[in-house]
Each structure stands twice: as C-alpha cells, then as structure tokens.
C-alpha cells in the first residue's frame, strides 16, 4: 500500500471493537484521511449504493479497532524524547505510530531547567507537525521519597516562573504535568496550569489520603471552571501505585484517595498494565473497582521499547533492561516500560479484561484528557482513520493512520 491511499475511497471489512460498539460483521469506509462510515455490513450497501468504495475483504476472525492512545510515552526503537535529540525522536514517532500508537504524547523526566526547557523546544516541533498529540512533562514537582527514576537532584517545590518558561518554550503544546500535591505552592501551580490549557497529573506522591483527595478536587474545580471546549474536567493520576506508597489499613494514602475518586467518575487513572509494573489480577480488579471509563492505559515506555535487552538512557539516567524490565543502572528501580500499547491491551485482556473495556481505555478515554473526544479514538463517522487491523489473537496485521497504511515493523534488532 502506499501513501496515494489517503486519496481513495475505500472500505475494510471485520469485527468492529469501538469504545460503545462491538459489531461482528462491521465494514470501515474511510475518505482522505476521515472515518466516512463504521457500521454493519447491511447499513453500508445503503450508503454505498454507488460502489464507490474499493471494499478490501479481510479474512475471518479479523478485528477492526480504533488506533490507540498513550498519555505517558519517553521514547522507543533507540529514541529518547527528554533527550532533545531530533533524529532519535523521529525514529521514535516512526516506531510508536508503526506499532499501533497513532497518537501520544511525548513526556519529558525531571532534568536540568535549561535540558527540560531544550527539549520541549525540539518536541513542539513535531507536535506542531501533528506527529505528536503534545508534550507531558513527569516533573520537575515531585516528591523525593517517591521520584523512582526521577533524578532527586532537579526535583523541587513548583516554581511560576519555570513553569511559564517551560509552556513557552513547548509553544503551547504541553498537556500534561505530573505532580506532587504535597509540595508548597502546589494549589497555585494548578490554576496556573489550568489557566494554559494544561491538564494536572497527581503523581510521584508520599502524601496522605486527605491531602490527595482535596488536591485533585480542587483541580477538578479548576478544570471545570476553565470554560475551554473540549477541556477535559477530570484530572489525572500519573501511573496509580507505582510511584507512591502502597495502600495501608491504617495509612490509605494516595492509592485509596485515587480509587474512590475515580469509582465515582470524578478522575482518570493510568495504569502501565504490562505485567511489570502491576500484577494481572490488580489490573482486573481495578476495572471492577472503579470501571473502564476512568482508566487510561499507558505504557511509560522508553528507549528500550522495540529494541533487545542491554543499556540505555531515560533523560539524564542510565537503563538497564533485562528480560524487557527497564532498571535503573544505579539502584534497580523501574524505570520506565518497554511495552507497547498493543502490548499493554493485549496483557489487558488476557488479565481477564474483556476486550471492548481494554479498548476503551486505550482509545476514547485518553482522547477525551488530550480533548480529542470528537477527533480520535472512536470507529466513528468523521473521525480521524486511524485504526489498527487485528487477528483473532490481538496480533497486529495492519496499521492505517490518517487514512494511509504504515509499513509493518520488523522484527526486535539487537542493540549494536
């Protein structure tokens, strides 16, 4: 297939699994690069009454799903976005939108002021090619007793005048921003988030039940108030249980605080649901605690992810990956994920996850905090085409992003 695809008129055929929708015998009609039908077979002769689509038969047990979504991503194939580095990031983006991760954002670790401030600048110019949804940046406000791969020598209470630098310097593509509500000035940093169109991320967190609970109310109420169309009015929590302290009877802490929140729909949640960073029968129970709507599935990958086992970077530290966990070198903490999106929905369901919730979360709901909700994640008339084509068994069979087909990946490569 070549890039002349995006000029067609053309239709797949398969299992369609869309956040809302799960249709055995559903066709896909895609014109340029937009969604201009997704329903039954039936309904699309009706629409079609002209023949003017090339419809591609896909072979039986095919499934048909939107292309997926990561709010939190450091890099792949070699790549590593806090690096700055334009060459490795594109190969990165290459890697990602090849593996089914049609849109992402790009996030940034805690780092030097002027490192973070360089490398926002490099990325919003591949945002603003529409390469890349945005920037996340995963610090610099975040607890020390909690900073896992974080470098504790550049974290620091929030600092206006950084954060006004760094929105500038990403050209008002940053989205997202992790944090630490425990920090001095933290409320003030929400409404200045806020204020620029970025949504806050609680996370790398010692803090108490009670002090969570009212930080992300009153982020939610900072969201809700800002009046912008398409905003979201849920807050986000920065990867739930790691990075924070785990869940006591007589000290619930962060976690607990989370849990309520989200079961009463009042946040999202991400999960790095790859088998690494949490327990298969967590991330089942999760989905039955408070439900696939207010969970986002991410990856937190990094350069490692497509690559084979050895050393690499995450910012300013060094990884090692072995057995495709990613440690740090210096003291074994984890330090990012080497999974991909497909990788991460597949471990999804086979935790007992049924497929339309794994779908969901990694589709309509992260669309909704990057304020796509009527852009991506959904087999939906008017949408973006990007979709992901799936046997049976979740494997990937094709991406199409945009309208245009993407080449497969080859298979993992050592690291020279």
Known sequence: ???????????????????????????????????????????????????????????????????????????????????????????????????????FLASLVTA?????????????????????????????????????????????????????????????????????????????????????????SLGHTDADATTTTESLSLAREELASAGVDGFTERPTVTHLFNGMPPMHHRAPGPVAACLGMASQ???????????????????????????ADSIALVTDSMAATGLADGEYELGPAKVTVSGGEARLSSNGSLAGGTASMLDVLRATVAAGVELGDAVLSATKVPASVLGLIDEAGRLHQGFAADMLVLDAELNLLQVIRNGEYLEQLPAVTQKS
């Open 265 to 291: 729909g009042k946040i999202i949640v991400e999960l790095i649901a790859d088998g690494v960073h949490l327990d298969p029968n967590m991330v089942r129970s999760m989905y039955e605690l408070v439900g």
């Open 112 to 200: 030097s002021r002027p490192d973070m401030l360089a490398a926002a600048a490099v990325l919003a110019e591949f945002a603003q090619r529409g390469e890349i949804a945005g920037i996340h940046a995963e610090g610099p406000f975040l607890s020390s007793a909690r900073c896992g791969a974080q470098d504790p020598d550049f974290l620091s209470d929030p600092e206006p005048d950084f954060v006004d630098d760094l929105i500038d310097a990403s050209a008002g593509q940053l989205r997202t921003m992790t944090y630490a509500p425990e920090r001095p000035g933290t409320e003030a940093l929400l409404e200045q988030l806020v204020s620029q169109g970025v949504v806050p």
């Open 1 to 103: 297939m070549t890039s002349t695809d995006s000029l067609k008129r053309y239709a797949l055929t398969g299992r369609l699994v869309s956040p809302g929708r799960d249709i055995t015998t559903g066709i896909v009609a895609v014109e340029g690069n937009r969604i201009a039908f997704a329903g039954d077979m039936r309904e699309f002769s009706f629409f079609d009454e002209s023949g003017s689509y090339e419809v591609r038969q896909s072979r039986e047990g095919t499934i048909i799903i939107p292309g997926l979504i990561d709010l939190h991503c450091h890099g792949a194939a070699g790549g590593d976005f806090p690096s700055g580095d334009r060459e490795g990031i594109a190969k990165a983006i290459e890697h990602l939108h090849r593996s089914g991760t049609t849109t």
